[in-house]
């Protein structure tokens, strides 16, 4: 059984910076594409970024340049790193594969940028 974890999220300010991150059991990431996902009230659950097994990544329009995805050195561990957050970067973050596993949505974080 897959249990994805998400961490790091938090309070910020317009500008400023957080790095999730995500630990996965029961799923090896290396055999698979992996992605961040988010959800803000009233949308649908968004991808925002990507990576493949051979660590090429994308981004959807609104992060690109602010946003990186990377693999941990640690095995089944995945980051993002989200620079000048704004306030429409608020929402819950999740990590998945990517197309993501059905049931295998953990409890995500919460990023709220707000000054």
Do not use: H
């Amino acid at each position: 059984q897959v249990q994805l974890v998400e961490s790091g999220g938090g309070l910020v300010q317009p500008g400023g910076s957080l790095r999730l991150s995500c630990v996965a059991s029961g799923y090896i990431f290396e055999i698979a594409d992996m992605g961040w996902y988010r959800l803000a009230p009233g949308n649908k659950r968004e991808l925002v970024a990507t990576i493949t097994r051979d660590d090429s990544t994308n981004y959807a329009d609104s992060v690109k340049g602010r946003f990186t995805v990377s693999r941990g050195n640690v095995k089944n561990t995945m980051y993002l790193q989200m620079n000048g957050l704004k306030p429409e970067d608020t929402a819950v973050y999740y990590c998945n594969r990517s197309p993501p596993i059905i049931n295998a949505w953990g409890q995500g974080t919460q990023v709220t940028v707000s000054s």
